[in-house]
């Protein structure tokens, strides 16, 4: 079954009580059983509830595995994912990451003895070094956030499995529309299903995919024990999203290539981040393991300044100053200030966020209506 025809059908069935097209929105927090502990596999929703049940099946389909778990959030999903570590255990993740991510690991699980490393996925010998007896997880976001740096899958799993440690990439930039990192040999995969699997900046979740049985049974273990699940209403919300993401990526995708090359043009922009472009930092990996590049690109000013990149990004009709990504309408947001800004300014610098870098979600509006509105905003800098 081809992509478009899984994120329209695959998972997803008529109610069988009613006929229904959609999902019922099963609002509800217990269920009936026909005897003490006898039930139709349902008993208490944070354990279970159908209308999530048929999501995770929709998810699962179209990431191309066979189990999926949905979470309240992405946080959520991350969190479930390091409490599979145990105290000593070390963690080597990406040195460009979400900045959530980033605070998670070194504010909350380091207090609990998890020893997380912030490397160049990049350096194989560097992160050789690291890996010693009490390593156990590779952690990587492709195309990363905000950078759009592309790291080799295939490579990552195969360092994983040479010194067998669980490999986990956050797909949320990609989707399954672009890449399906467990077809590549990945063990656990992560999105922030607020973003491109909603697709309509409504809804709040998070989501694991995986095809070993052993992981996914202690992550529905601790998803059941600590409870951060999402509602029935915005499991139906994310069914509808997830019916269009096809078409949605592949104009997210369009527009994205139009407004990444009039950025690489324009007199005042100094560098466009967007995977499509040859002299991209590992643009041939991009090209092997994605089927196309995707509507996120990070840029930087000439004038590289806190108050031009802020002027800028309050200069926009269309793009919308705000957190978050992936949704219909185009926003902007600025890293250092916003979604990165946990991270001490120095390794920010490091990796290249500087105070004018601006963070593009680039929408599905006319193409043309994005570039006349990026064209206005920058002769006002």
Request: include cysteine.
């Amino acid at each position: 079954m081809k992509f478009g025809t899984k994120c329209v059908h695959e998972g997803i069935s008529p109610d069988p009580t009613t006929g229904a097209i959609m999902t019922p929105i099963y609002q509800t927090s217990t269920y009936v059983q026909d005897a003490p502990g006898v039930h139709k596999g349902y008993a208490y929703a944070r354990g279970k509830n159908p209308t999530r049940v048929v999501l995770e099946h929709g998810l699962a389909a179209i990431e191309n595995a066979q189990f999926a778990l949905c979470f309240s959030s992405g946080m959520g999903a991350a969190d479930a994912i390091i409490k599979l570590l145990r105290p000593g255990d070390e963690v080597l993740a990406t040195n460009d990451l979400y900045g959530g991510s980033y605070r998670m690991f070194t504010k909350v699980f380091a207090h609990f003895g998890i020893v997380f490393h912030f490397v160049d996925m990049h350096d194989f010998g560097a992160m050789e070094k690291l890996i010693n007896p009490k390593t156990r997880m590779l952690w990587l976001e492709t195309p990363t956030n905000p950078m759009m740096k592309i790291i080799d899958i295939a490579a990552l799993v195969e360092l994983a499995q040479k010194h067998n440690l669980v490999s986990v990439v956050d797909n949320t930039f990609a989707t399954p529309y672009l890449q399906n990192p467990l077809d590549m040999g990945v063990d656990v995969v992560m999105h922030s299903v607020t973003k491109y699997l909603g697709g309509h900046s409504d809804v709040i979740m998070g989501a694991l995919m995986t095809n070993n049985k052993d992981y996914y049974d202690r992550l529905a273990f601790i998803t059941n024990s600590c409870g951060a699940v999402p509602g029935p209403m915005d499991s139906f919300l994310v069914l509808r999203g997830l019916k269009t993401l096809h078409v949605r990526m592949e104009r997210h995708c369009k527009n994205g290539k139009a407004v990444a090359n009039f950025l690489k043009n324009h007199p005042k922009v100094g560098k466009v981040y967007w995977p499509g472009f040859p002299e991209h930092d590992n643009h041939e990996v991009a090209k092997k393991q994605m089927r196309d590049f995707g509507g996120m690109i990070s840029f930087s000013l000439k004038n590289d300044s806190f108050d031009m990149a802020s002027k800028l990004a309050r200069s926009f009709k269309l793009f919308y100053l705000a957190e978050s990504l992936g949704g219909v309408e185009s926003l902007v947001g600025h890293p250092a200030s916003m979604t990165h800004a946990s991270i001490p300014k120095e390794e920010r610098e490091k990796i290249g966020i500087t105070d004018s870098l601006l963070r593009l979600s680039v929408g599905i509006e006319d193409e043309s209506d994005l570039i006349e509105d990026l064209q206005q905003a920058l002769e006002k800098v």
